[in-house]
């Protein structure tokens, strides 16, 4: 069988695990816990980063941070993972659902402009696949509204928009670990600033809503309960394995990355023929390899695929359920229009396997696709 996923030890990881043990500190914000959050700021350009256990922690601790109040409002795309609007309907506000670009599948900048009103705080914008949302024109909206603007940076480690590294685009940014990630530690996350005030605000959060981050620093002499939080750090097992896979990130994402540009290669004839959909950089921006997809021609074509590939034992899933339409969506969020985009991609995206140890697997995953391709009649139209 060839998974969707199949997580790999890549480097020092084991190595690294039996040091934190003989260190004598499994609890979190020891050395491997600092070692990652110097290469998470060096590999997103931040001005800090601290580590999370998960990209959804990381989500929440902006929306405390972000001071949401209930009734207050938040724009998101709905063709994103439930942690981007959970992370808002916790606070009691409102997550509004805007419709996704049709190239970019990334959050539409004039439809988030439409969506602003008197209660909207900030815009949570997901890097879709790794490609960076059009982040100079949701600034200059956050900037005329006064919003924060926040990365949902879960798939993006290493992705530029504009020559700038993805953690580096908004105030905030939130990147996952989690094992279908490029850099992983099954579990784990971060949350990124590059607002200097939000920084000290940030520890207490993640430490329980206590200054015990000051007081290991010396800079206080106890430490004590001072505003709300939670407990957002992970252990320092999970950051051991996480510094063996930081360690060894430009070759993840160089093999990442010829994987995409392998399956790109690969269905080019198929898409220039019109059987299939493929994803692009949008303009100026680089991706990292995260994740490679089709675009079928409707949903039963989209099934279809899926039942072919499965039949030959390779599973290819496809992606998120819209939010706006979802019960807890219509429960906690808002939509003022419909989302026709996300309704259409949501049916017809399908994912190809993708993972560091995919090997000489990937043209056996091409061979079974391309079977079902060409089977097809060319030219379909691609955009709704
Ligand atoms: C866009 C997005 N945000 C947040 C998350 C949640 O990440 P985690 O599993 O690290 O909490 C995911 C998970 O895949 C995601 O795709």
């Known amino acids: 069988m060839i998974p969707f996923n199949k997580p790999a030890v890549v480097g020092q990881e084991f190595s690294f695990l039996q040091q934190a043990v003989d260190r004598g500190q499994l609890s979190g914000d020891g050395l491997f816990t600092k070692r990652c959050s110097e290469q998470i700021v060096a590999m997103t350009g931040a001005r800090a980063a601290l580590l999370t256990h998960s990209c959804t922690a990381a989500l929440e601790m902006a929306a405390i941070l972000a001071d949401l109040k209930p009734g207050d409002e938040v724009i998101m795309p709905s063709f994103t993972f439930v942690s981007t609007a959970n992370a808002v309907a916790l606070r009691g506000a409102v997550p509004v659902f805007v419709d996704i670009d049709q190239d970019s599948l990334n959050i539409d900048p004039d439809k988030t402009a439409a969506a602003v009103t008197s209660r909207t705080r900030a815009i949570f914008a997901v890097h879709y696949a790794g490609f960076p949302a059009d982040m100079d024109r949701l600034a200059e909206i956050a900037r005329a509204h006064d919003l924060l603007l926040v990365e949902d940076a879960a798939q993006a480690l290493g992705s530029t928009y504009k020559g700038r590294l993805a953690g580096s685009l908004g105030d905030l940014a939130a990147f996952s670990f989690h094992e279908t990630k490029n850099i992983i530690s099954g579990e784990g996350g971060a949350l990124t600033l590059n607002r200097g005030d939000l920084v000290e605000r940030a520890e207490i959060i993640r430490e329980k809503g206590t200054n015990r981050s000051r007081f290991l620093r010396g800079q ?26 930081l360690d060894q990130a430009e070759m993840i994402q160089h093999r990442r990355l010829a994987l995409f540009d392998h399956y790109a290669t690969a269905f080019d004839d198929l898409e220039q023929s019109g059987r299939v959909g493929l994803p692009h950089a949008p303009a100026d921006t680089t991706g990292n390899g995260h994740m490679f997809y089709l675009m079928m021609r409707d949903i039963d074509d989209r099934d279809g695929f899926i039942a072919h590939m499965r039949q030959a034992e390779i599973i290819t899933p496809f992606h998120y359920v819209p ?12 939509s003022d229009a419909a989302l026709p985009v996300t309704d259409d991609v949501s049916a017809r995206l399908v994912r190809l396997p993708m993972y560091f140890g995919l090997g000489q697997d990937i043209d056996r995953v091409i061979f079974v696709a391309r079977n079902y391709l060409m089977a097809k009649p060319a030219g379909a139209t691609w955009h709704i």
């Open 220 to 245: 206080v002499d106890k430490y004590t309960w001072v505003d709300i939080g939670s407990s957002f750090l992970p252990g320092e097992l999970i950051a051991a394995f996480l510094y063996g896979q």
């Open 323 to 334: 939010l706006h339409s979802a019960p807890a969506g219509l429960r906690y969020g808002r």
